[in-house]
């Protein structure tokens, strides 16, 4: 085999894999973009559970007022918020359906 028809084959092997590697790219973004959705997904359904859960509170006005002023105090994130309504009350069912 010459020199020549050596570098060729080489050339060719990584001309293959870096085919390759392009290929993983593709699926690592489809992936991650698959990530992307399901995270989405998870905050609707978060947002809706505190949708309902904020429908279904009997809380006085006043505590209820306390709760909103307690969420923005802590910057709190949809899956907090559960955790202080809980803390804070509700019906039954809520507290029931949310293990307290």
Same mark, same amino acid.
């Given at each position: 085999?010459?020199?020549?028809?050596? !570098?060729? +084959?080489?050339?060719?092997?990584? $001309? *293959?894999i870096? #085919?390759? !590697?392009?290929?993983?790219?593709?699926? !690592?973004?489809?992936?991650?973009?698959? +990530?992307k959705? =399901?995270?989405?997904?998870?905050?609707?359904?978060?947002?809706? $559970?505190?949708?309902?859960? =904020?429908?279904?509170? *009997?809380? *006085?006005? =006043?505590?209820?007022?306390?709760?909103?002023?307690?969420?923005?105090?802590?910057?709190? #994130?949809?899956?907090?918020? =559960?955790?202080?309504?809980? $803390?804070?009350?509700? #019906?039954?069912?809520?507290?029931?359906?949310?293990?307290?």
């Amino acid at each position: 085999m010459t020199t020549k028809e050596k !570098i060729e +084959v080489k050339e060719k092997k990584i $001309e *293959e894999i870096q #085919n390759k !590697i392009k290929k993983e790219e593709e699926k !690592i973004a489809d992936f991650k973009e698959k +990530v992307k959705q =399901l995270k989405i997904e998870i905050d609707q359904i978060t947002n809706e $559970e505190i949708k309902n859960s =904020l429908s279904e509170i *009997e809380a *006085e006005p =006043l505590e209820f007022i306390a709760l909103i002023k307690e969420m923005k105090k802590q910057q709190l #994130n949809p899956k907090d918020t =559960l955790d202080l309504l809980k $803390e804070m009350g509700g #019906n039954t069912e809520i507290n029931k359906e949310y293990g307290a």
